[in-house]
């Protein structure tokens, strides 16, 4: 990771860089992503077959703090 500091979005986990991770484990089905605190990214909880399934209403906003 750059230097900074960097939140996994799907644990939460805070990272301090610039470091290399290593030996984070990380599921095969799942993407590490790594933002920094205060990002807010759009998400779509409900799981869908294709991006033609999404109810665009049901779009809500997460920030990593």
């Known amino acids: 990771l750059p230097e900074g500091e960097w939140?996994?979005?799907?644990?939460?986990?805070?990272?301090?860089?610039?470091?290399?991770?290593?030996?984070k484990d990380v599921p095969l089905d799942t993407m590490p992503v790594f933002c920094r605190p205060g990002t807010e990214i759009s998400v779509y909880e409900?799981?869908?077959?294709?991006t033609d399934d999404i109810?665009?209403?049901?779009?809500?906003?997460?920030?990593?703090?």
């Open 55 to 65: 109810d665009f209403s049901k779009v809500t906003k997460k920030t990593f703090i």
């Open 46 to 50: 409900p799981e869908v077959e294709s």
């Open 7 to 23: 939140v996994d979005i799907f644990s939460g986990e805070r990272f301090q860089g610039p470091t290399w991770l290593k030996k």
